[in-house]
């Protein structure tokens, strides 16, 4: 899974993909024997964990008034996995499952406020925190040999497929959420929440016949969802057919701040060819010694007056080969992906 590896010739992308999620899982098996010192010598993370985990597992957002969501959580959760950072896994991990995780289905509310008087108010899930949570669980399971953590994995895995898939226009769309998103004539999706090398462990884990198809359809959909000159994906697209898919109506048509993690799930799950033309156009903005913009809008070409984070460009680097930020940044998200493009 080295950057490197992204942009060599004739490589089979589904080849690829399963070397790097098993390279992922061996190294994540490599555990200590229990009752030995744990010892965690990355020091991004443990910067990182200081920075936005406090002590009871919750992992907090700085830039957005200080809440928690299932995506932080699920960041967090895959994060100190890879460090193999177990004591802040399962602070985590208990935090999420006690505080978001649902009484009725085995998913995870999205948001936590701790200043409202009741910080869980919206049952409604955030499907990619689910996916890295199901993902990290199982992984974990593995590593660390403690079944109820592939147990819930399980649970979740279901869960996703019961009540997050849709057939519709001959196609299995993942929707971003339980509620809210398959109303009317349109689907709307989020391509940032294809998660690549949790669905590619989901399929292993549970088989093709069960996840096969979103994952084919997952694929689709992010290989329609190029727009405008530069042909990239918007944040949020609607699904009005088998190969109908625009910017959503009612949000901004922009690469921006959800797409950004389109190319980097791509890059960890081993399929640059689903985002090439963003991998083009960072480089030609390189070679025209000109900054990459946080966000551009698809539709007019309107482009933000200010650079992409210190994440993005870690995404950038990993995709193109220059040279990543060496400091983490203060920001929640920015410091996030900055994590993930690491992995």
Same mark, same amino acid.
């Given at each position: 899974?080295?950057?490197?590896?992204?942009?060599?010739?004739?490589?089979?992308?589904?080849?690829?993909?399963?070397?790097?999620?098993?390279?992922?899982?061996?190294?994540?098996?490599?555990?200590?024997?229990?009752?030995?010192?744990?010892?965690?010598?990355?020091?991004?993370?443990?910067?990182?964990?200081?920075?936005?985990?406090?002590?009871?597992?919750?992992?907090?957002?700085?830039?957005?008034?200080?809440?928690?969501?299932?995506?932080?959580?699920?960041?967090?959760?895959?994060?100190?996995?890879?460090?193999?950072?177990?004591?802040?896994?399962?602070?985590?991990?208990?935090?999420?499952?006690?505080?978001?995780?649902?009484?009725?289905?085995?998913?995870?509310?999205?948001?936590?406020?701790?200043?409202?008087?009741?910080?869980?108010?919206?049952?409604?899930?955030?499907? #990619?925190?689910?996916?890295?949570?199901?993902?990290?669980?199982?992984?974990?399971?593995?590593?660390?040999?403690?079944?109820?953590?592939?147990?819930?994995?399980?649970?979740?895995?279901?869960?996703?497929?019961?009540?997050?898939?849709?057939?519709?226009?001959?196609?299995?769309?993942?929707?971003?959420?339980?509620?809210?998103?398959?109303?009317?004539?349109?689907?709307?999706?989020?391509?940032?929440?294809?998660?690549?090398?949790?669905?590619?462990?989901?399929?292993?884990?549970?088989?093709?016949?069960?996840?096969?198809?979103?994952?084919? #359809?997952?694929?689709?959909?992010?290989?329609?969802?190029?727009?405008?000159?530069?042909?990239?994906?918007?944040?949020?697209?609607?699904?009005?057919?088998?190969?109908?898919?625009?910017?959503?109506?009612?949000?901004?048509?922009?690469?921006?701040?959800?797409?950004?993690?389109?190319?980097?799930?791509?890059?960890?799950?081993?399929?640059?060819?689903?985002?090439?033309?963003?991998?083009?156009?960072?480089?030609?903005?390189?070679?025209?010694?000109?900054?990459?913009?946080?966000?551009?809008?698809?539709?007019?070409?309107?482009?933000?007056?200010?650079?992409?984070?210190?994440?993005?460009?870690?995404?950038?680097?990993?995709?193109?080969?220059?040279?990543?930020?060496?400091?983490?940044?203060?920001?929640?998200?920015?410091?996030?992906?900055?994590?993930?493009?690491?992995?």
């Amino acid at each position: 899974m080295a950057a490197d590896s992204i942009f060599r010739p004739k490589v089979d992308r589904r080849t690829f993909s399963l070397g790097a999620l098993m390279a992922f899982t061996a190294a994540c098996n490599t555990a200590p024997s229990q009752g030995r010192a744990q010892q965690v010598n990355d020091p991004l993370w443990t910067q990182w964990r200081d920075r936005f985990v406090a002590p009871e597992g919750r992992v907090v957002d700085t830039g957005n008034g200080r809440i928690s969501h299932s995506e932080g959580q699920s960041y967090g959760m895959i994060l100190a996995l890879r460090a193999g950072d177990r004591e802040a896994f399962e602070r985590i991990a208990k935090w999420t499952q006690d505080t978001l995780g649902r009484e009725d289905m085995a998913l995870h509310s999205w948001k936590y406020d701790p200043t409202a008087a009741v910080p869980v108010s919206d049952p409604n899930n955030a499907t #990619d925190g689910d996916l890295v949570i199901a993902w990290a669980l199982a992984l974990a399971g593995q590593r660390w040999k403690r079944s109820e953590w592939s147990d819930r994995a399980r649970e979740v895995r279901k869960a996703i497929r019961e009540h997050c898939v849709i057939s519709r226009f001959g196609r299995e769309l993942l929707l971003p959420g339980v509620v809210g998103f398959a109303e009317g004539a349109q689907v709307m999706l989020n391509p940032s929440y294809f998660v690549w090398p949790a669905l590619d462990q989901f399929a292993k884990a549970d088989g093709a016949a069960t996840w096969g198809g979103v994952v084919r #359809d997952c694929e689709a959909i992010t290989t329609l969802a190029r727009f405008g000159m530069h042909s990239l994906p918007s944040d949020w697209v609607a699904v009005s057919g088998y190969n109908a898919v625009a910017p959503a109506v009612g949000k901004p048509p922009r690469f921006g701040y959800d797409a950004i993690r389109i190319p980097l799930y791509a890059a960890v799950g081993g399929r640059s060819t689903l985002v090439q033309p963003v991998a083009d156009w960072w480089r030609s903005r390189i070679a025209q010694h000109r900054s990459i913009p946080a966000w551009v809008d698809v539709v007019t070409g309107e482009e933000a007056n200010y650079a992409l984070s210190s994440g993005g460009a870690a995404i950038a680097a990993r995709l193109i080969g220059s040279t990543p930020p060496v400091a983490l940044d203060s920001d929640y998200f920015s410091a996030s992906l900055q994590m993930l493009a690491r992995l």
